[in-house]
């Protein structure tokens, strides 16, 4: 789908607007398998196959800050998972200020439903599925990972989600979240119980969580490299399995990048990853 098609956005910011040039350059000319897991135009997803699958695939969630973002933009990082072999699925949601959370989080939810139920990389074997996102993406698929109550509800295996990777994400909000301003994805000001239930963070479950491969940028927004290190340390306080990936020279957006090029470490230590013992 053409991102012109789509209902319209806020504006991105300069420096977001030179992201979006930069991904959709790299991402020209791919293509994946379209499908809709809901009516509105950003619940679709695109599923990448590789010529000789081996069973993993990746749900991924682009960034935005909850008000932008296409799955369009994270069609560039598929070649680098094909060629090993790996299913990657690029997943949209819809986005504030038109809708309020926890409506991109329940399409996540959704999104991971579909692929579960409907993706089978090698017949006769049930898909190893992993779950990441870059920034807002990062926030949502963390959150996800953490809790239960969605795959209940969803009626998928406690253990749908083998493995987490957020890019960049978001872990907690608030007024000690360290960010300039409330993000409008959470609604209107109540009584900050948003922010709690929208905050990885506070919502981790014990026994409940998949192995975490958490990365920034050396370079990333100061209070995302502080969450991120907050988020490791509630992660092991709750014993669970992290492994921390910093990308050296890389700010906000060039992290972004960083995971959709094969001659940069991040793809190959995320593939290891993947396949980790106990994974």
């Known amino acids: ?33 379209e499908h809709a897991y809901g009516p ?3 619940q679709s997803l695109a599923v990448f196959r590789p010529a000789q699958p081996t069973g993993e695939v990746l749900v991924f969630f682009h960034g935005g800050g909850w008000t932008n973002g296409y799955k369009e933009w994270m ?3 598929a070649p680098a998972f094909q060629a090993q072999g790996i299913t990657f699925v690029s997943a949209g949601y819809r986005l504030a200020p038109m809708h309020f959370f926890p409506a991109g989080l329940q399409d996540c939810a959704d999104a991971i439903a579909w692929v579960a139920r409907q993706l089978q990389p090698v017949p006769g074997h049930p898909a190893r599925l992993y779950v990441g996102g870059h920034s807002a993406g990062g926030h949502y698929a963390a959150l996800l990972a953490v809790t239960s109550a969605w795959r209940t509800q969803r009626q998928l295996a406690a253990r749908v989600v083998a493995g987490c990777l957020p890019v960049s994400g978001v872990y907690r909000f608030g007024p000690d979240s360290g960010m300039a301003m409330r993000p409008r994805f959470l609604g209107p000001v109540q009584d900050g119980l948003a922010e709690i239930a929208a905050s990885p963070l506070h919502q981790i479950e014990p026994g409940a969580c998949p192995p975490f491969l958490l990365t920034h940028g050396s ?23 992290v492994q921390v990936e910093i990308l050296e020279d890389c700010d906000h957006f060039e992290a972004s990048v960083a995971c959709g090029d094969a001659t940069r470490p991040w793809v190959a230590n995320a593939v290891t990853w993947i396949r980790g013992p106990g994974r």
């Open 1 to 33: 789908m053409n991102i012109a098609n789509y209902p319209a956005q806020d504006p991105l910011s300069l420096p977001g607007a030179a992201y979006q040039q930069r991904i959709l350059a790299l991402g020209a000319g791919l293509a994946g398998e």
């Open 219 to 241: 370079r990333d927004f100061p209070h995302l490299i502080t969450q991120a290190g907050q988020m490791v340390s509630a992660l092991r306080a709750a014993h669970v399995p």
């Open 40 to 42: 509105d135009p950003y």
């Open 75 to 77: 069609y560039f990082m």
